[in-house]
């Protein structure tokens, strides 16, 4: 079936560090990729997206290019601040069932701490 | 704009208890959906509702039932809680399916069976 997998965390970094979080997925047809974050106490926010090949998705300074060769949607980010301090999580939908419903499918989480 | 409201946003259970947790979303989505987040494991889905009227078992159904209400609401229900319910639960809704645009979450319910 579809999956996502992203690497373990946590990530440290100091203060304006680069920032990678690698995810890579498994599924049938063109899924559309989406990174989410979520903020300690709270829900999930969507951060970018990106829904056919060789897209990119960017928002707050976060990039992720859909790579269909490579099965990689991979996030980085050029200058961390503290306030990023976050757990960050890699998702796809593709098609399923019948009633053409599409379902959000989850990597595991990394958990990302900036240190000023 | 509210978005997707849950409650309550914390609830204390004994094993065996009953209880239901609401979701109400005010932007028109068609498709509503329940999560449970346990550590390490991401978010699994629950149930689904891919319209007003139809609901279908997600990844980890067993132990619970849903409603959807009307398009706004669906809720959750535990029957008899259990402590491997312990967990924190978000609802979400999707415009057409999420595929443009991704799912919009609540803010969640962290449940704590004992």
């Known amino acids: 079936g579809d999956s996502v997998t992203q690497m373990e965390g946590p990530v440290t970094l100091s203060e304006e560090a680069f920032l990678t979080i690698n995810c890579t997925y498994t599924?049938?047809?063109?899924?559309?990729l989406f990174w989410y974050v979520q903020y300690p106490g709270e829900g999930l926010q969507l951060l970018l997206k990106?829904?056919?090949?060789?897209d990119k998705g960017s928002n707050k300074g976060f990039e992720a290019t859909y790579r269909k060769e490579t099965t990689s949607f991979h996030l980085e980010k050029g200058s961390v601040q503290v306030s990023d301090s976050a757990v960050y999580f890699c998702?796809?939908?593709?098609?399923?069932?019948?009633?053409?419903?599409?379902?959000?499918?989850f990597g595991s989480g990394t958990r990302l701490l900036v240190r000023p | 704009n509210a978005g997707v409201t849950q409650t309550p946003k914390f609830q204390v259970l004994k094993t065996g208890q009953s209880m239901t947790l609401q979701c109400a979303q005010d932007?028109?989505?068609?498709?509503m959906y329940w999560y449970r987040q346990d550590p390490g494991m991401g978010l699994r889905l629950i149930y689904y509702?891919?319209?007003?009227?139809?609901?279908d078992k997600g990844e980890v159904p067993n132990g619970y039932n849903v409603s959807r209400l009307n398009k706004r609401e669906f809720s959750l229900r535990l029957e008899s809680a259990a402590p491997s319910q312990t967990s924190v639960y978000f609802c979400?809704?999707?415009?057409?399916?999420?595929?443009?645009?991704?799912?919009?979450f609540g803010s969640g319910t962290r449940l704590t069976v004992v």
């Open positions: 979400a809704s999707s415009l057409e399916g999420g595929r443009s645009y991704g799912y919009t």
């Open positions: 599924a049938t047809g063109y899924p559309s």
């Open positions: 990106a829904t056919k090949a060789d």
């Open positions: 998702a796809l939908i593709s098609t399923g069932g019948v009633d053409s419903s599409y379902k959000l499918i």
């Open positions: 932007m028109n989505h068609n498709s």
């Open positions: 509702s891919a319209s007003e009227g139809t609901t």
